[in-house]
């Protein structure tokens, strides 16, 4: 379900033409629907609402501080993986002891930052961070709660470089040293083991891989509980796959059947990172065409948009559905490349693509570009960044204003010797 769909031929974003969005802010902008945002998380809170849970929304996937406060309004907490990421979920109102930390080099300041704002647990990687956080805590006369990201040896089935859970991967303590590692933890007197944490990878289409995966975090748990630590957190990371053109992504209530059991069996609260299932399809990036191009070989369509500001494509060969955010009667469908302006081969939004055939001027659609789309974006060949703009019904809010030229040189200096 989402809230981007055509009315004879012409694309709404709830109760608004998308043309008319763009005739107000300009192109090429981010737009992103509140009701898709929160019918996604109410979706999600449905499926697991048999067991104990947490959502704490992956704030990487979408940052804005108002998708961050709607989150936190709709009742979800944050997964961060920064200080700047703890930063915004604070601002836009997250509940601390709602929010967790992860990533697998945090630095001395981001873990007192969070132990000074009383979040949640830290999702501790390695052995020498285990310390590290034990350090910090005492330093600060404080303990921190903490569960260990264990790597289960998982298989996700997704693209390499977002797959997270297999053993050559540079997350995660190898689930054979996870039981010493956390005998060491109970001991640390700046440390309370409270959970335990796994994220197998990202665009996870199928179930089987969470549920292999959880029997054995589930079973590390229970071994935990015997040896006397008070686990009561099990998080199971983020990952759940969705549609971007013709994938068979599975409901948030399918990937659950398989797992509620499994954790249910535990009595611990399940925390979801999740991310793109929220965020992905709630946004599209709107584009203008600026010329047609015929190649030697290939047909290019040169929109105002790039791999700057959406560089799933170039990065993971990602094929974002593209459609006419007006459909011309009559147009006939056209295989092309639709390329940004940047100076870089790899800088395409889709390639050998049939889309309608469009002219300068123009608006293209690049659907679910709402996670991982702005937050991934750059300044590359000093192009300044997008505005974001979020519907609510028959209202739209701009909920970032477009970079300017001064924004672009915003902190740097010419030295007066130089
Ligand atoms: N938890 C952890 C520890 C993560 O590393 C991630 C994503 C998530 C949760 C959220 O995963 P999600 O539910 O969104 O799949 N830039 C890539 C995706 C990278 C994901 C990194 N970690 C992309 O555009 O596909």
Not at 37 to 62: M, P, R, W
Not at 186 to 204: F, Y
Not at 223 to 234: A, F, P, T
Not at 253 to 272: D, H, R, Y
């Amino acid at each position: 379900m989402n809230d981007f769909v055509y009315r004879d031929g012409v694309l709404y974003c709830e109760e608004l033409k998308v043309s008319d969005i763009a005739a107000k802010v300009g192109t090429p902008f981010y737009l992103y629907s509140k009701n898709t945002f929160t019918s996604h998380l109410q979706h999600v809170e449905a499926a697991f609402g048999d067991l104990a849970h947490i959502v704490c929304y992956s704030v990487k996937a979408n940052s804005n501080v108002a998708i961050l406060s709607m989150m936190a309004r709709e009742g979800a907490g944050a997964d961060v993986v920064s200080g700047g990421e703890l930063y915004r979920a604070l601002k836009a109102g997250m509940d601390p002891q709602k929010i967790v930390f992860a990533g697998l080099g945090k630095t001395e300041q981001e873990i007192e930052y969070g132990l000074s704002e009383g979040i949640l647990m830290f999702n501790v990687e390695s052995s020498q961070e285990l310390m590290l956080v034990n350090d910090v805590a005492q330093r600060l006369g404080t303990q921190a709660s903490i569960a260990l990201r264990v790597n289960p040896d998982i298989d996700a089935k997704t693209h390499p470089y977002i797959a997270t859970g297999l053993k050559q991967s540079k997350f995660g303590i190898p689930l054979s040293q996870a039981m010493a590692e956390y005998e060491v933890a109970q001991k640390l007197p700046g440390l309370n083991p409270t959970g335990v944490h796994q994220h197998i990878g990202s665009q996870i289409l199928e179930p089987g891989p969470f549920e292999a995966s959880l029997r054995k975090v589930t079973n590390l748990a229970k071994s935990l509980k015997v040896l006397g630590l008070d686990i009561r957190y099990i998080n199971i990371g983020g990952g759940f796959g969705i549609q971007y053109t013709d994938e068979d992504a599975p409901e948030p209530e399918q990937f659950a059947a398989g797992i509620v059991p499994i954790l249910k069996e535990t009595g611990c609260t399940a925390i979801m990172e999740v991310g793109r299932m929220i965020a992905g399809n709630a946004g599209i990036l709107v584009t203008k065409v600026l010329l047609n191009k015929q190649g030697e070989d290939k047909r290019f369509v040169v929109v105002d948009a790039a791999m700057n500001d959406l560089i799933r494509p170039s990065l993971y060969q990602a094929n974002h559905h593209i459609g006419p955010v007006v459909y011309r009667e009559g147009a006939a469908e056209v295989k092309v490349d639709v390329v940004g302006p940047i100076c870089e081969s790899g800088d395409f939004l889709a390639q050998d693509r049939a889309i309608p055939e469009v002219q300068s001027g123009e608006l293209l659609a690049v659907f679910t570009a709402g996670a991982y789309g702005f937050t991934m974006s750059s300044n590359y060949n000093s192009r300044t960044r997008l505005p974001e703009v979020l519907v609510s019904g028959r209202r739209a809010f701009v909920i970032r204003r477009r970079e300017t030229y001064e924004d672009l040189v915003r902190g740097e200096a010419i030295p007066k010797d130089l």
